[in-house]
């Protein structure tokens, strides 16, 4: 008999460094969700990233769809984290003149 009571848990698991990934794979959740928002359907996301389960796909995106909110804090936290970390490389190995310094080690 179908239990309709019977709760599937979401396939997503947070790494040591926060990151929140597709459980068992390392396609991050801002990766599934940045392609689900460029239109990409479940079915062309799981050609996209072979490793990903068709289901677990719209698990993911079921979850995305009804936690939007918080899901979308947590996408504009590692956007802003990220900015934060290519500034400080950026800081420590200025690019400014990059192309004109190559080209003048190979001569031109």
């Known amino acids: 008999m179908l239990s309709v ?3 599937e848990p979401i396939p997503l698991s947070t790494d040591a460094d926060g990151v929140i990934r597709v459980a068992g794979t390392r396609v991050t959740l801002d990766t599934l ?3 689900f928002m460029t239109g990409a ?3 062309e996301i799981a050609q996209d990233f072979p490793v990903l389960q068709l289901d677990d796909i719209y698990a993911v995106v079921t979850y995305y769809l ?8 947590y996408l504009r936290e590692r956007r802003a984290r990220a900015d934060a970390i290519r500034r400080e490389i950026e800081a420590h190995s200025p690019q400014t003149g990059l192309r004109d310094r190559l080209l ?3 001569g031109r």
């Not at 009804?66 to 804090?73: K, P």
């Open 66 to 73: 009804r936690h939007r909110a918080e899901v979308d804090a």
């Open 104 to 106: 003048a080690r190979l």
């Open 5 to 7: 009571a019977a709760l």
């Open 33 to 35: 969700v940045d392609t």
């Open 41 to 43: 359907s479940p079915e």
